[in-house]
């Protein structure tokens, strides 16, 4: 009996995971039994489409659309038949099986069907975009069964229609991202499911095309015809954007404004938003439907409404006099010439006065409409969110867009009073950014995590009116603009905390799922993918970013990249070769570009690290990142000659040499140092470094510890808690080596302690690292030092032989003890790995798997929960740990939590901690700045490491303790815990979680 309750689950399972993204399946493709099934494709035969000419352009398009769709996946387009107002007109004799697509009121049919009953649209009746898609019998006197999408709107039809191509196997990406279809036998449509689709979450779901220079431009101009004003964003490019956000079911389009004009470039773009159904609008600095650069082309005199207002609503009304004929959003405010502000100070009463000349100009030329059912939006970008917040008004029917910090990072959602407001609100995120601190606008950088954690906080605090995304130049985006439109659409599936998994599984499954068994694989390749790369901006990763010998960071980056790179590389192989293109451009090439880029700095700071050590490595190093540096350019030109060239520029983003925060006007390799490697050392051939020391010995060097030798290093205590330490052994000069590592003590392990380094071998691996381990049963009780001799056949000029200190801390926590245990003076703690989660009633906290930098953030919810109180009553989390150190002036904790901002001004960020019976000490994690225009101090640090760092001082003897943390506002996440004993030394992410004692 179990086991046939399972096999029932997870037949639905995998049948729902087909069409996750689109929400309820109704269409199938084997013919099971019990299931009641008309065929829209079996034994050659499709179904026939009917289109009614009196319904929308758009409609009857996306219909052509579907039409072609099917001939994509079976070989045959499903014939069309055209009609007017009676639908057998157009037909001889019988059709057996059709699908009918229509909208209510302007579709005879539809509308027949609705009042002979055989059709019940009173669920979407009215509503915006949606649709009912269900299976009727006998629908017309000629038609036997037919699939009837029924649209409440354009947009509902047009989304009901794409639904089936989704299902049947079309990804909106077939032509951006060239998803090969799958090819299909048979394809069913359920009788029995009706599937209703009600309104999306946010009424408005749209994307920004931002500083399309250089790779979107220049492929635009490889590709389409020239339009005027030596501008190729013509409508040519444009209908195949249009497709690709109906198909993804978005709506809302902000044009590409740096190097065009969208209304002017080709006269004819706006009039094909409109008939495919897209919403127009203009980005945040582009009032009244006019580009920034229509004003350098065609207006009079300076952009300044103080001094040359009259010129400058003229230049408006030309606007709203072409836009009218449309949909469209339009854009109110102002801001200064080419994305600045307008002027120095906050301008309220000017931008007051502003916005009311635009709405009376809207009134002027909208005079049959009330001004308020205009669709109208005020984005709060950067100092604009200042003169809201010193007061200004804007009439209670336009749209707030608030905005995140460019970095993905929401700045402010509506409070108490805004949630009412007849125009709600909206969010300006952004994927790809072009500003300070620093551009990122190469490849995707965007964690899929972080996008769920900001965008359910938005939706939740009721910022869902308008969503759209800056997304730079489109094409390396992909994934992350269809997970943000998903999330736009139906919040319902995608809002549910941990989805994202679910989401990339349903997502690997469209796109691969035919080609490929293991699309789990696929998922978290992307998912993992995504959060490497969140870590930190390629264009901010520098040399010494990641820490090249404590903590083994940067090496275990590389790493991670690299392997990574490999499980890539083996789906890639494994895919037939048509369908090897799109898994390409959608995931090999960010992860081998990423890797490349993360190689490139990661081995020039080894190379300036070894060349400070004198290592002959530094001279392989040196030429290895030049070739490293080659295949970045490579994997570029690889993109080049895809498909014979067909995104050809789409890779021409520059991304090596950042100097200041615009992107350098070519790729340039981080410097590198090299070595005479025609002379020996001073000190001989043979050099040792250790764990945590940038110094070698034997001989003179800085970083060596001052309290010993030029011959001594010291490695960082081991103890129990500890695996083991290392010492790394090199050739820094012109004779081959041989050596032989001992411990003064037995119970000091030495692996290997012999080894042999040529000197002439170019590896860049060319050293020997030596494991050092203790057994803990030999080893005396408490603090000792040990000595490692090294002795070798190399020469050391006017030097000693080198040796190396080993402190070594015989420490034991008692063996019932569960939790973290100190280890090297320190304890690190994953957030998500607490010893206890306790909730109240109304409040508890919830692990955001693979978020962050780490391993995940955990964080209170519900998100709308009122502040907190620091108390044993109220939800936290404990950390169990064990301490041996107790030092006089207290150990320092620092809490690492997401880089989030005070999206309520009056509701500031803050955590509370306390160690044991401790008084809580409150930490506010944002500190606003009072000049409204600036933002918080540490904000350009926290947005670009990803993670606000703070840290409190606790009084602590050696034993067992729990350390209590409450996050006192929902939005505060916490990544990390770090209790420093004195063992601490620095590092990009932290130490990593240390001993645990189950
Ligand atoms: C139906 O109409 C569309 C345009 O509305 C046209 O493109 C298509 O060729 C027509 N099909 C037939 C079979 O007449």
Known sequence: MGSLVQYVVTLIAAASTVSALGGLQNIFFEESKGQDLLPLYANHQVATLFLDQQDWPGVIRAGLDLSDDFKKVTGYSLPVVNFTSNICSSVHGQIDT????????????IDGLISSKQLNVSEIEGKWESYISKVIQNPAPCIQSALVIAGSDKRGSIFGIYDVSEQIGVSPWYWFADVVPPER???????SIVKTQGEPSVKYRGLFLNDEQPSLAGWVQAKYPEGLYNSYFVHEFYVNLFELLLRMRANFLWPAMWASMFGVDDPKNQYWADYYGIVMSTSHTEPLMRATNEWTTFGNGSWDYSTNKDNIIEFWREGIIRSKPYDNMWTTGMRGFGDTPITGGVEVSLLEDVIKTQRELLGEYFNETNVTNIPQVWCLYKEVQAYYQEGMSVPDDITLLWVDDNWGNVRRLPVSNETSRAGGAGMYYHFDYVGDPRDFKWINTISLEKTWEQMHLTYEREADRIWVVNVGDLKPLEVPIEYFFSLAYDMDTWGQINTVMNWTVAWAEREFGAYYNDVEEIADILDLYGFYASRKKYESLNTTTYHLYNYNEAVTILEQWSNLTDRAWAVYNKLPQKVQPSFFEYILHPVVAGYTVYDIQISAGKNHLYAEQRRNQANSLAQYVQQRFQDDFNWKKEYDALLDGKWIHM???????????????????????????????????LGLTVEQSRGAVPGDDQYNAVAYSNNTLVLPVLDPYTPSRYIEIFNRGIYDISFNATAENDYVTITPSTGAISATNNSIWNSVFLEVTVDWDKAPD???IDFIDISSNSSYGFFGEPSVHLPINKTSAPSNFSGFIE??????????????????NDTYYVEIDRYGRTLSGVTLFPVNADSQQASDDSSHLEYNFYSFTAPQYGANVTVYTSPSLNVNPYRPLKYAIAVDNEEPQIVQIVVDPTDPTAMPAGWETAADDGVWIHNTTHILDGGEHVLKLWALEPAVVFQKVVVDFGGVVESFLGPPETYHQD
Do not use: C
Not at 98 to 109: E, K, L, P, R
Not at 651 to 661: E, F, I, R, S
Not at 667 to 672: G, K, L, R, S, Y
Not at 825 to 838: M, V, Y
């Open 98 to 109: 059709a699908i009918i697509v229509g909208t209510i009121g302007n579709s005879s049919i």
């Open 651 to 685: 890779m021409d983003q520059t991304h090596l040499g950042y100097d200041y925060w615009q992107q350098p006007m070519r790729n340039t390799m981080p410097p590198v140092a090299f070595v005479q490697s025609a002379e020996d050392a001073l000190a001989g051939s």
């Open 782 to 784: 408490g603090y000792n």
């Open 823 to 840: 280890s090297a003076q320190l304890i690190s703690i994953e957030a998500g790995h607490f010893t206890n989660n306790i909730s109240t």
């Open 185 to 191: 036998n048979q394809i069913y449509v359920s009788k």
